[in-house]
């Protein structure tokens, strides 16, 4: 298996709060990528990093930040929760761009009251 | 239109049974495509990658029709340990789209 973990594993936080979710890799992978998984959904595009600093928003990205200041570590950051940011958040790896296969973290469940 | 449409079925199977899933896709220009597989709470890992000339791993054999712009996926002799649910996944643009999934449940 990859050498992915995701922290924290469950939350529940209210709305407004911050909420920051991590995702390191021991894979040494350039290309970062968070996701979200809600019910109906394919898995959907939040953010992703294409190397330290570089990042770009996906087709879900309002409402959220990333950053990535290393390359084992890729941060999403949620400044104000809302009900509707409330899902599975999965982060995934890849060695070259995303033609080529992702690796998954574990996923990290997030409830917002 | 969706990007990536699947029978999120459920389907049900004995085992040893026989099973095929079938993903359209829209965008003729998708150059990659995956299955990919996720238990129940558990992240989605990769089953295998599609080729143009078709590939098989074990069981499992998968295909592209460019033509008709589907993938599917057979799984012979299917084992209790092949209840999941399988993603298929394309290319379209410079990211993966994922499609909602294909549920299948075999039993004993």
């Known amino acids: 298996d990859a050498g992915i973990t995701q922290s924290p594993r469950h939350k529940v936080t209210e709305t407004g709060t911050p909420v920051t979710l991590r995702c390191h890799q021991t894979e040494n992978h350039r290309y970062m990528y968070w996701y979200r998984q809600d019910p109906g959904h394919g898995l959907r595009l939040i953010h992703y990093?294409?190397?330290?600093?570089?990042?770009d928003k996906g087709e879900v990205s309002d409402g959220y930040s990333v950053s990535r200041s290393k390359t084992e570590d890729f941060l999403l950051t949620l400044e104000s929760a809302t009900s509707s940011q409330t899902s599975v958040y999965f982060c995934a790896i890849a060695s070259s761009g995303s033609s080529y296969e992702q690796y998954f973290g574990p996923g990290t469940r997030l409830t917002v009251t | 239109r969706k990007e990536v449409e699947q029978d999120p079925g459920p389907f049900n199977v004995p085992e040893g049974a026989t099973v095929a899933f079938n993903c359209t896709y829209s965008?003729?220009?998708?150059?990659?495509f995956f299955w990919y597989r996720q238990d129940c709470r558990k992240e989605p890992k990769l089953l295998m990658s599609v080729y143009s000339s078709g590939n098989e791993d074990g069981r499992f054999t998968a295909q592209l029709n460019r033509a008709s712009q589907y993938i599917s996926l057979l799984i012979r002799d299917s084992k209790l340990s092949d209840s999941a649910t399988y993603l298929c996944v394309v290319n379209p643009t410079d990211k993966l789209i994922f499609g909602t999934g294909t549920r299948l449940q075999v039993f004993p």
């Open positions: 990093s294409y190397g330290v600093k570089d990042t």
């Open positions: 965008n003729s220009a998708s150059q990659s």
